[in-house]
Each structure stands twice: as C-alpha cells, then as structure tokens.
C-alpha cells in the first residue's frame, strides 16, 4: 500500500479503532465466545466492557500458525476496518532449531556465524505465521548477579553493536526494498531501551543511575545499531533511568532515541510497563500513565488495560495529543504495510502449512547450530593437558548435566527438550559406551533451595534416590575411571528474567561432589552450563580443566563431544568478565586507572586503589579463551607512529600456530588514550580478527586505526577525538598482550 493510501486508511479510523491498534493482547482474548471473554480475560486485564477486540492492533506469542491462521481470519471477519493483526513474540536465539544463549554466542566472536542464526530463527518463525520477534537485546551488562546477562552481549560495547547488527540483519534482511520485508524474514524488535543491563547492583528490574556520558558512551551505541541495521521496533525497558522510567521518558525516547537516533519506527512498551508507572511512582493514575507514555512517544501498549480505558479522555479536546496519537497509529500501520499484511494478511502461510516439508529443525539449520556451539564454548583451564581426550580413556561422565535436556536457556519459549542433545548423547554418539561410564552424583539443586522458582518450581528437576547413594555411585564411577568428566551448573531457572543472584556459584550439592571427587587423585574436567559468569574461584583449584558450555542449546551435547575429543579445537574467548568474588562486582575490563592504581610493583601498599582481602584482577578476564594449540604474534609494520586525523594508522602481524592442533585464534586490537579531557579506560576493545590456522600455518592480520576508534563523549557530550599520545595493544585476551606500540594523533594546527 502506498503512504497516501496508507495515510486514508488512518484518517479513516475513529478513535476507538485507531487507539486499539496500540493494544497489544494475548491470545485467550481470541478464545471462546465473547462472554467467554468479557468475563475471563477482558475483565482480569481490567478493560472496560465496551473495550471492542476486533480493534486490537497485535497479539503477544502465539505461535501456532493453524491458530494464527484462525485468530486472522476471524478478525477481519469481525473487525469493520480490515487492519490485520500482527503477531509478536520473543524468539531471541532460535525457534525449534535452539541456539546458544546470546552471552555464548558473544563468545564466539563469530558475527556471519550469529547473523545465520537469527536468519534461521527469523525463516522458522515465518514458516509459523509470527510476523515480529522481540530480539535482540543489546543491554550491555557488567554485573553477573542480573539474571539478564544469559541474553545479553557482554560487557563490551563494541561487541553489543556488532552482535545488534548482525541479528537485526538476520532477521530481517539487509538493503529492504522501501522498507519491505521480505519473505523468509520477519521484524526485528531491539530491546530494552534503555541500559535495562546496569540495575543497582544486579537486582532485577531495579534503578539505572547513569552519568549521561556512562549512558552515551557504553549502553546507547547497542541500541543505535540495531537502529542503524533497519530495526523496525524498540522496546521500552522497566527501569528507571536516573529517575524516570523508560517507558515514561520523554527526554529517552523522544530527543535521544527519535531525533538523535533517528529512529522512526514502532516503540512498544515492555510487559505492562505503562501501567507500572504508577508503581514507580510517576503516574498518579491510569490516565496520568496513558498521557505520560503517549508524550514520551510510546506507541503499543503491551498487555495493560491503560491506553484502551484512557487515551480517549486523554485526547479530548487535546489536538496535540491527538497528533501523538495519530502519529503513533500511523507507524503501527507503517509495520503492517512493511510486513506486506494489507496485501497478504498471512505471509503466504496458509500456502506453507500445506507443504509436506519445512525448515525447521533441518539438517542445515542444526548443522549450524552446531558450528555456533563449538565456536562460543570457551576452554578456561587445560592443565596436564588433559583435554582433548583419548577415545581410549576410561571415562567416568557424571554430575546433573550429564544427561540434563534442559539446556536450552530461559528464553527458548519454542525449543523442545526432545530435540536436545545431552551431553551423555554426544559422548555416546562419538565414543560408543565401551569407555564411558554415566551417573547424576548428586541433586542439581539441594532439597530446600533457598532460591524461590515462583511458576518454575514444579519444572524444576525432579530428584530420584538419596544424595548419599548418588555420591557413593559416583565415586565407585570414579574409581573405575582415568578421567571424570563432571557436567555442573545452575538451573536454568536460577537465570533469565527474574534470575538475580546474591552469590552466582555452583549450587551446593554440586559443589559436595566436586569436593569428594576431588580427593580421589583422579584427573578432572569440569562442564559448566550457566547462564552467566559463574565464580569459580574455589572449585579451579580443584579440577585440571574447565569448559564453559553455557546454556548451548540444541546441539549442545554434540558440540561438546567433539570439542572434549579434540574433534574441533575450541576457539570461543569470554565476552565477559569471570569474578574472583563476589564483592569484586562489577569488574570489568575497560576501568579507569584511577590516581592511584594497584601497580603490581607497588606489592601491598595500603593507599592503591585495591581491596585488602582479594586481589583486583579477575579469575577469567575478558576476551580470555584457551586453544589446544598456541599461537604466536609477531609485531611487522606500523605505517606511522604519527596520524592526522584523515589518515590512519596500518599495522601489519603474523599470526603463526605453533602447536599440534589446527586451530581458531581471535587476535584483538584494543586501544588507550593517555590524556583527554575526561579520564579514559586502561584500554578499550576496538577491532577483532578471527583467523583459522592449520598447525605451523602462519598469516598476515592487518588492522586499520582510524579516527572513528579514538572518538569518545566529551564533557559537554561532543563525540570527538582529542589529539595526543595513544597507546595500541594487541592480544589473544584483554589481559594477554603481546605486541603493543605507542602512536600520536596530531592536533590539527599540525596538519601542514
Ligand atoms: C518480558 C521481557 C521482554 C519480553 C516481553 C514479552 O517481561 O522483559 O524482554 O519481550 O516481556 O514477553
């Protein structure tokens, strides 16, 4: 439909029908009978009776498209403008085909890689009628007690802008033609804007205080590249934001996200968040609610009864208002026109659900999210080398990963625990059972967790037998064996939305275990499935390796097989940092330097910035990942060690394998500004290259620095770079450096 028409079809609308396009419901609301509804969900949401569904704008996860193909037809049978429904819903990292969490995939540094998997996720959900997935979520977080990070990027913000693209262009296609998405893609929601990630110390849901220049120059550059890859919604987040909610932040939504964003199109609440504004205690009342969310720009109400009761008598007699109003209709119409529905109200669905086969699930699509799972698990320890293992050694698999399908992350909301690949599976399928022996050890959580799962209790796993009888089965397993492999974690349900922890380690029956088998002399590799950093700090000491497996989704089981036998060598370095302790956090790997820094040379001295009773570096930094093989960098040619600021510095590296294995190696390039007008980080990531070797293979790596590297927000929040000394470091972790080079920008009275 062209604009003019599409904007005939606005003006067309009455009030009520133009206000129901910013209701987002349910499905139950399409249920049954109108009293049925009237009297069920109608009337729990709080709707006023006269509250017309056949207005209603968009539909929350609904995912079964015979159904999606009812609840359309019925609605424009039943509705007098004709405006199909959009279906919505959170498929963040995969459909049926489950990827990794997002913070694995982050770790595999591996964007094509990434981009694939929201292509996949984005084809199955258009072969079941969904025509909008609320990812990605670029929240950048440092602070793993919040159960969010599982979904996370990272800490990092260059990895948040290159994980927000890659996504938002995998859902829905690059180059859009006039904004069309096309067929096989889907819209791309990014979320939650904004700085949802930086909850006073990681309790969800929680205040954001931010200086401006924390928000701008960390948190915002996620969002603006989704943005910038064609996004076609945001999504609000929860928090405050130096006091005023998102969802109600005129200045956030309107001046930054709008006008400096240049964002122009659908903003949707977060689940009730309109509503909760008389919560935080920023609305008096609904209508307070409905008015301030209208002015901060959002356009869909998710699932409150706010804008339906309210924005009538908010807009009456209010032409300004009403200009908001129509605005915001006109970009819900906007998506529907750029999804194709005015021409095809079911996205060629109705043809789909008749093919005899479908993409789902297919042999590429877990081929490739098998690939994503080898390349973001990440090998933190490898002493004695005990990894890769030999399919000869007696292998004792044990621990409550070892056969656990719940592997798949919170926010799988598709993915079917029988389509997973346990570990116990993926050893099985590589290894046969002739050397592998299998026992759970010990309960996943113990008896009287002291944690509240809320509706996930009764999915929690069931534990069968008593924990002594595990332990005692567990070390005979042990006895009979050369190695342990001990697969531990959290429960998927101490993670996700909701999922803050006071003190993120191993649950403490596993932690039992790990002790025991520890004093048996026996070599152990431990697995550890988590939806965050973890700290490890105690059980390190105690095992020979550790595989960081995440949440890996589908094909977790398969991929960690053929990385524990060496079949693949694994290359993912961590996107975030991994604490010694708990009262570290947050630590992170782009601090300031402070006046007084803990030199190392400076031993115990009491005034350093430096705690007393633990030291200020990390367990695991960040950008940190062990190989089977080694690498070897050798610093060439550095064009020039003075730049002006329309040039840029070219260096030039050899990246050699020096081991046995063929491997991947993730080189980066971080960069700091000596002096500024503001303090600047001790370094900062600002490029990556990832290369694949072949043993005593060697290639060239070239890096380009530019001026766009150096820029960073000044006092008054300019965005410049500033002329002076820089110093470049290049390594295999934000803490391995192992070429490094100083290079001056040239203040442009010197460009003759
Ligand atoms: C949830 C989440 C958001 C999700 C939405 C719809 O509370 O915060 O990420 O997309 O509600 O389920």
Not at 141 to 165: C, F, H, N
Not at 245 to 251: D, H, K, R, V, Y
Not at 465 to 481: D, K, P, T, W, Y
Request: proline share 4%; with cysteine.
């Amino acid at each position: 439909m062209d604009n003019k028409t599409l904007l005939e079809k606005l003006n067309s609308l009455s009030i009520e029908e133009k206000i129901g396009q910013l209701i987002q419901l349910t499905g139950d609301f399409f249920e049954g009978d109108m009293d049925t509804v009237v009297t069920g969900p109608l009337k729990k949401l709080g709707l006023n009776t006269d509250y017309n569904i056949y207005n209603t704008g968009s539909i929350l996860n609904i995912t079964n498209p015979e159904k999606i193909i009812r609840l359309q037809t019925d609605y424009l049978e039943k509705s007098v403008h004709k405006i199909p429904l959009l279906f919505m819903a959170d498929i963040i990292y995969g459909y049926r085909t489950i990827f990794p969490i997002p913070i694995a995939q982050a770790c595999s540094w591996n964007y094509e890689g990434i981009e694939n998997a929201a292509s996949i996720a984005a084809q199955e959900c258009y072969e079941e009628g969904i025509h909008v997935t609320f990812s990605p979520m670029v929240d950048m977080v440092r602070d793993p007690r919040w159960g969010r990070v599982m979904e996370s990027p990272g800490e990092d913000t260059l990895l948040a802008q290159k994980y927000a693209q890659s996504v938002v262009l995998g859902i829905q296609g690059s180059n859009l033609e006039d904004g069309a998405v096309p067929a096989n893609k889907i819209a791309a929601c990014v979320k939650h804007f904004a700085a949802y990630g930086a909850p006073v110390a990681g309790r969800e849901y929680n205040a954001v205080d931010l200086s401006e220049h924390a928000l701008r120059e960390y948190y915002l550059p996620g969002y603006q590249a989704a943005i910038e890859a064609g996004a076609k919604l945001v999504m609000t987040a929860f928090n405050t934001l130096n006091g005023i909610p998102a969802t109600g932040n005129e200045w956030l939504n309107r001046d930054v996200l709008r006008q400096e964003m240049k964002f122009d199109g659908v903003l949707i609440s977060d689940y009730a968040a309109i509503e909760e504004l008389i919560m935080h205690g920023y609305a008096e009342d609904e209508t307070s609610a409905a008015r301030l969310a209208l002015l901060a720009g959002v356009d869909v109400d998710m699932k409150t009864a706010v804008y339906a009761n309210q924005l009538k008598n908010v807009i009456s007699g209010n032409d300004y208002m009403l200009e908001l109003l129509n605005e915001a209709v006109y970009r819900v119409l906007q998506l529907k026109n750029d999804l194709g529905l005015f021409e095809d109200p079911f996205r060629g669905l109705q043809e789909i659900v008749k093919r005899s086969t479908s993409s789902i699930l297919s042999d590429e699509h877990k081929q490739a999210a098998l690939s994503l799972v080898e390349e973001s698990v990440v090998l933190l320890k490898n002493e004695n080398n005990v990894l890769p293992l030999s399919k000869e050694t007696k292998v004792a698999l044990m621990g409550p990963y070892a056969e656990e399908n719940s592997t798949l992350g919170m926010w799988a909301i598709k993915g079917e625990q029988t389509d997973t690949i346990n570990l116990k599976t993926g050893l099985l399928q590589l290894v046969g059972s002739d050397n592998l022996s299998v026992c759970r050890g010990s309960y996943l959580l113990p008896p009287d967790a002291r944690e509240t799962f809320d509706k996930y209790a009764d999915k929690l796993a069931v534990e069968t037998g008593s924990e002594e009888v595990l332990l005692q089965e567990a070390i005979r397993h042990a006895n009979e064996a050369e190695v342990i492999v001990l697969a531990l974690g959290e429960s998927i349900y101490q993670s996700g939305e909701g999922g803050s922890r006071t003190n993120p380690t191993l649950p403490e029956p596993q932690l039992r275990l790990l002790h025991e088998l520890s004093l048996l002399g026996k070599r152990i590799v431990l697995i550890v499935y988590s939806g965050r950093p973890l700290i490890l700090t105690d059980v390190a000491g105690k095992v020979d390796a550790i595989v960081q497996a995440w949440y890996p989704g589908t094909m977790g089981g398969e991929a960690l097989a053929n990385i524990l036998y060496g079949e693949v060598n694994p290359s993912g370095k961590l996107a975030m940092t991994f604490p010694r302790s708990v009262g570290q956090i947050p630590v992170y790997y782009n601090e300031l330097n402070t006046g007084r820094p803990n030199l190392k040379e400076n031993g115990s001295y009491r005034f350093a910035s430096r705690y007393i009773d633990e030291v200020n570096e990390p367990l695991y930094p960040f950008g940190y990942g062990l190989s089977y093989t080694s690498f070897e960098y050798t610093l060439l040619t550095v064009s020039q060690k003075e730049m002006k600021t329309n040039e840029s510095v070219d260096i030039r590296i050899s990246v050699s394998n020096t081991g046995t294995y063929a491997g991947k190696e993730t080189i980066q390039l971080y960069i700091r500004d000596k002096f500024a007008s503001i303090a600047r980080p001790v370094k900062e990531l600002k490029d990556f290259k990832k290369v694949f070797l072949q043993s005593g293979e060697t290639t060239i790596v070239e890096f380009s620095v530019d001026e766009d590297m150096l820029k960073f927000y000044g006092r008054e929040m300019e965005y410049k770079s500033e002329p002076g000394e820089f110093e470049v470091y290049i390594g295999s972790s934000s803490q391995q450096i192992l070429l490094s080079f100083s290079f001056t920008l040239l203040p442009e009275d010197k460009h003759e």
